[in-house]
Every structure is written in C-alpha cells, then in structure tokens.
C-alpha cells in the first residue's frame, strides 16, 4: 500500500518546492504538477507531489491518517472522529455490490 502525505509548499523554487508537514521539512519535485505558489497544499509520494490538494482535503487526509495511526493501537474512538464527514455524506457500495444482487 503507498501512502501519500499532504505538504504546504514554503518556498517555490520552480519544478522543485520546500514543503512542510507537522514539523517535518522536505525537498519536493514538482515535475507532475508543476510550479507551485508557497501555501499550495500538494499530496506527497516519494519526494514528489502527486497532486495540488484544496487545505479542506489536506485536514481530511491528516485525519485519516490519524485515524489508521490510531487504529493500529487499538483507539477505535479516534477513527470514529476521525471520519466525522461521512455522517453527512455516508457512501453507498455500487449498485452491483449490494444485497440481493447476484
């Protein structure tokens, strides 16, 4: 399973970007996204972003990385919070994968 991590860009230096998460500073290729202005929020893969992310998903995406950190301790009550939006907008299996069909 590959992870990606939300990144802040704090200083754009063309087709690469410092970027910054909870603390933790790194050299970021922009080559797949391409030149990004500092406070662009981009998902991160392997030191290079994948994707330009909106700040909402970056805290969406913090959050449930909290919650798979959380999980694995055995903190169920954490995943619960973690996941607070899908109360409004729970997802629904395709249509082919409900009950009652073969």
């Given at each position: 399973m590959c992870?990606?991590?939300?990144?802040?860009v704090t200083q754009a230096l063309g087709n690469a970007a410092w970027c910054e998460r909870r603390g933790e500073r790194a050299l970021?290729?922009?080559?797949?996204?391409?030149?990004?202005?500092?406070?662009?929020?981009?998902?991160?893969?392997?030191?290079?972003?994948?994707?330009?992310?909106?700040?909402?998903?970056?805290?969406q995406i913090d959050a449930a990385l909290d919650a798979l950190s959380a999980a694995l301790t055995g903190d169920t009550a954490s995943v619960d919070a973690a996941f607070a939006d899908l109360v409004e907008h729970a997802p629904e299996l395709p249509s082919h994968l409900r009950a009652g069909k073969p």
């Open positions: 992870l990606g991590l939300p990144m802040r970021i290729d922009l080559t797949l996204v391409g030149e990004q202005p500092v406070g662009a929020w981009l998902l991160v893969h392997r030191g290079a972003a994948r994707e330009q992310l909106t700040p909402q998903a970056a805290v």
